[in-house]
């Protein structure tokens, strides 16, 4: 897709194990027209094991993205006895 092409981009689900990389979520911003927002998903056992968190804060970081909500943990799912909760993350992109 072209830059600026869609207003908002939501995720869910995508990015965790065996899916989408870190190194989509900078390719999903450029897509975004400036003041758009780019709401997601993300398990909170897994944000940063697999690298989106860095990632998300060195597009933070860059000017790139602002982080305008994210909400309290949810439960997700029960793995082997033992839960994995999730949040909700919005960003509006510069």
């Known amino acids: 897709f072209e830059r600026g092409t869609f207003d908002a981009v939501v995720s869910v689900g995508v990015f965790t194990h065996g899916h989408v990389g870190p190194a989509g979520l900078a390719g999903l911003t450029t897509v975004i027209r400036p003041g758009g927002f780019l709401t997601m998903t993300f398990r909170d056992d897994t944000i940063d094991a697999l690298g989106h ?3 998300l804060r060195r597009l933070e970081g860059d000017g790139i993205l602002r982080l305008v909500d994210r909400t ?3 439960p997700l799912i029960l793995e082997g006895g033992v839960g994995a909760d ?3 993350w919005t960003w509006v992109v510069k």
């Open 86 to 88: 999730m949040r909700v």
């Open 53 to 55: 968190g860095p990632e």
């Open 72 to 74: 309290e943990p949810e």
